[in-house]
């Protein structure tokens, strides 16, 4: 069953752009109108985020977001088939070039703290931009399924990219040649358990936030990064990558993960259709 989804999957990927937008619209009217999947969990998180704005607003976000989510299914599922050429096209690097030169010159490599901002998943494409001696290494859930997941994580790793499930990072990170300038990419706006070590503040709550990011650039002594992605029309990404601390040993424990956290807020607060907001990032505030 999981390789005939896994045919399937790779059958719509061939689809043209403008197919897939147009089931999109499709998934969003059946969704949004009928289905209803997580509205609730939205519209309470937009309760909380921007208790400023009016319900009307509140809904326009919610409908903006609903319609970006049924996007990003079809991006992600064309992510199966899609050229480097198709990729740099629409997934646009703004600045890869300055974290290049630095980690070429510093020789240490990079972490990179991410957030669900749309489309993430795009993001399998950058090792296609990298020198030969820079890796670009990802931390991800493996799936329930493994044959499911070891074609999905086949199919992300096709252009280079190299996938660590996340219990095992810090260990894939260790192991690497010691001529290779790691590049670790960590989603970290989840929320963790409710007794997590380290909290902060985001849109105005207390809540837990993981500090794996900042941890790895500490152990392995390497430079700290934002990824700020804009969503500039349908289908096109602009990728910036900001540097935050060259060197961490200048920070305070937790205070890159403070500033990551608070920088996220602001990304989300220009764009916030454009953030996953189907999970419950709220649930353990204080």
Same mark, same amino acid.
């Given at each position: 069953?999981?390789?005939?989804? +896994?045919?399937?999957?790779?059958?719509?990927?061939?689809?043209?752009?403008?197919?897939?937008?147009?089931?999109?619209?499709? @998934?969003?009217?059946?969704?949004?109108?009928?289905?209803?999947?997580?509205?609730?969990?939205?519209? *309470?998180?937009?309760?909380?985020?921007?208790?400023?704005? #009016?319900?009307?607003?509140?809904?326009?976000?919610?409908?903006?977001?609903?319609?970006?989510? #049924? *996007?990003?299914?079809?991006?992600?599922?064309?992510?199966?088939?899609?050229?480097?050429?198709?990729?740099?096209?629409?997934?646009?690097?703004?600045?890869?070039?300055?974290?290049?030169?630095?980690?070429?010159?510093?020789?240490?490599?990079?972490?990179? +703290?991410?957030?669900?901002?749309?489309?993430? %998943?795009?993001?399998?494409?950058? #090792?296609?931009?990298?020198?030969?001696?820079?890796?670009?290494?990802?931390?991800?859930?493996?799936? #329930?399924?493994?044959?499911?997941?070891?074609?999905?994580?086949?199919?992300?790793?096709?252009?280079?990219?190299?996938?660590?499930?996340?219990?095992?990072?810090?260990?894939?990170?260790?192991?690497?040649?010691?001529?290779?300038?790691?590049?670790?990419?960590?989603?970290? *706006?989840?929320?963790?358990?409710?007794?997590?070590?380290?909290?902060?503040?985001?849109?105005?709550? %207390?809540?837990?936030?993981?500090?794996?990011?900042?941890?790895?650039?500490?152990?392995?002594?390497?430079?700290?990064?934002?990824?700020?992605?804009?969503?500039?029309?349908?289908?096109?990404?602009?990728?910036?990558?900001?540097?935050?601390?060259?060197?961490?040993?200048?920070?305070? %424990?937790?205070?890159?993960?403070?500033?990551?956290?608070?920088?996220?807020?602001? @990304?989300?607060?220009?764009?916030?259709?454009?953030?996953?907001?189907?999970?419950?990032?709220?649930?353990?505030?204080?």
């Amino acid at each position: 069953m999981a390789q005939l989804i +896994f045919i399937l999957l790779k059958a719509l990927s061939h689809l043209p752009f403008m197919v897939l937008y147009a089931f999109a619209d499709f @998934l969003f009217v059946v969704n949004y109108y009928l289905i209803g999947y997580r509205k609730k969990v939205v519209m *309470d998180n937009l309760r909380i985020a921007f208790p400023e704005k #009016s319900a009307k607003e509140r809904e326009a976000i919610s409908r903006a977001f609903f319609r970006n989510f #049924s *996007d990003f299914i079809v991006e992600s599922i064309k992510t199966f088939s899609m050229s480097p050429k198709s990729f740099k096209k629409r997934y646009r690097f703004v600045n890869l070039d300055e974290l290049i030169a630095f980690i070429t010159k510093d020789k240490r490599g990079a972490v990179i +703290f991410a957030s669900h901002q749309f489309n993430w %998943e795009w993001m399998i494409n950058v #090792s296609s931009h990298l020198p030969q001696q820079a890796k670009a290494y990802i931390s991800y859930t493996p799936l #329930s399924n493994k044959t499911l997941n070891r074609l999905i994580k086949k199919n992300r790793e096709r252009f280079g990219l190299r996938l660590a499930s996340a219990k095992d990072f810090i260990k894939t990170i260790q192991n690497t040649d010691k001529d290779e300038l790691s590049i670790s990419g960590l989603i970290s *706006d989840q929320s963790p358990k409710a007794n997590y070590k380290f909290r902060t503040t985001f849109f105005g709550k %207390e809540v837990p936030a993981y500090t794996g990011a900042e941890n790895i650039a500490r152990r392995f002594h390497q430079s700290y990064w934002f990824l700020n992605v804009t969503k500039t029309k349908r289908g096109y990404y602009d990728v910036k990558f900001e540097l935050m601390a060259a060197d961490v040993s200048g920070y305070q %424990e937790g205070e890159l993960t403070r500033l990551s956290i608070a920088k996220t807020e602001e @990304l989300i607060r220009k764009q916030p259709e454009n953030y996953l907001w189907t999970h419950r990032r709220w649930k353990h505030a204080q």
